[in-house]
């Protein structure tokens, strides 16, 4: 079955650049480039990927359209603009003369002030996207899940993907509230969700397929199969996988599902919302 890596990331290590990369994290601080990936990517039969924006630099998304343009298997970029700047029209008409751009992200699980996506200003940036046939990129942990609700009530025509299924807290075994949040949020038909992410919101070391189980069925019941994307999160995955494990995951679950439902999950979504 063809599939497209639908959120994957590049980039040269920089400690001041990369500072969210603790020492815990090892295995990070190395340069991942697309010649790192291309034979990950063969192995699995991905036709191509969606490389997604690590650092919240316009430096980075040039460095990402770069190589993008280097490398037809990248076949778009989801990069970082500042939503709030007062200038934020004059950026995206300039990125905009790129095909390679399809959205826009902001990590907002970082920010310190959990209702920052509801600032006016923000709000309205992301509804500037719009103009741009542009997407955006929801990335938070399963707390933000009841202000993401009030977020997307006030985004119109710009298409939203919940990133890592919204980061549940897997290594604790809580399924609420997170599965009756992302239900909620799954009943506007404008969002859709990845299936990526979740070995490391899992118990890095031991984590169990078993585990995941009841997080896959709820996006799944959720969403259903018309919403939902697979990405491997590499090379963040190494944490707790490698490539192919993150993919052996959805092939595993996804195996009983009919042949349609299998291409939409692993390759029609992926093109369609970001118009691949």
């Given at each position: ?14 400690p ?19 010649d790192?990936l291309?034979?990950l990517?063969?192995a699995k ?7 997604v924006q690590?650092s ?35 950026t ?10 399809k ?55 710009v ?10 807290k897997?290594g ?6 997170w ?15 990845k ?13 169990k ?16 199969t018309?919403?939902l ?23 595993r ?5 009919t042949?349609?439902?299998?291409r ?13």
């Amino acid at each position: 079955m063809k599939k497209i890596d639908a959120h994957q990331h590049f980039w040269q290590y920089n400690p001041e650049t990369h500072g969210w990369i603790s020492d815990e994290m090892a295995v990070l601080k190395r340069d991942f480039l697309p010649d790192d990936l291309i034979p990950l990517l063969e192995a699995k039969d991905c036709a191509g990927c969606v490389a997604v924006q690590a650092s919240q630099t316009l430096a980075e998304t040039h460095f990402l359209l770069s190589l993008a343009a280097q490398n037809e298997f990248i076949l778009g970029v989801v990069g970082w603009v500042d939503l709030q700047d007062p200038q934020l029209t004059d950026t995206l008409e300039y990125l905009f003369t790129n095909p390679k751009l399809k959205g826009v992200r902001h990590v907002i699980q970082d920010e310190p002030e959990d209702n920052f996506m509801l600032q006016p200003d923000f709000i309205r940036g992301v509804n500037q996207l719009a103009k741009y046939n542009l997407t955006y990129d929801l990335l938070i942990f399963e707390k933000h899940l009841p202000i993401a609700l009030s977020f997307i009530d006030q985004i119109s025509e710009v298409p939203i993907v919940v990133d890592h299924v919204a980061k549940p807290k897997i290594g604790k075994k809580e399924l609420q509230p997170w599965k009756h949040n992302i239900t909620a949020l799954a009943n506007n038909t404008s969002v859709y969700c990845k299936v990526s992410g979740m070995v490391t919101e899992a118990n890095w070391l031991n984590w169990k397929y078993d585990s995941l189980l009841p997080y896959l069925d709820a996006v799944v019941e959720a969403f259903g199969t018309s919403r939902l994307m697979i990405g491997s999160d590499w090379p963040v995955c190494l944490l707790s996988s490698e490539y192919a494990g993150v993919i052996d995951i959805v092939e595993r679950y996804f195996s009983s599902f009919t042949e349609e439902e299998q291409r939409q999950i692993f390759y029609q979504n992926a093109v369609d919302f970001y118009q691949l």
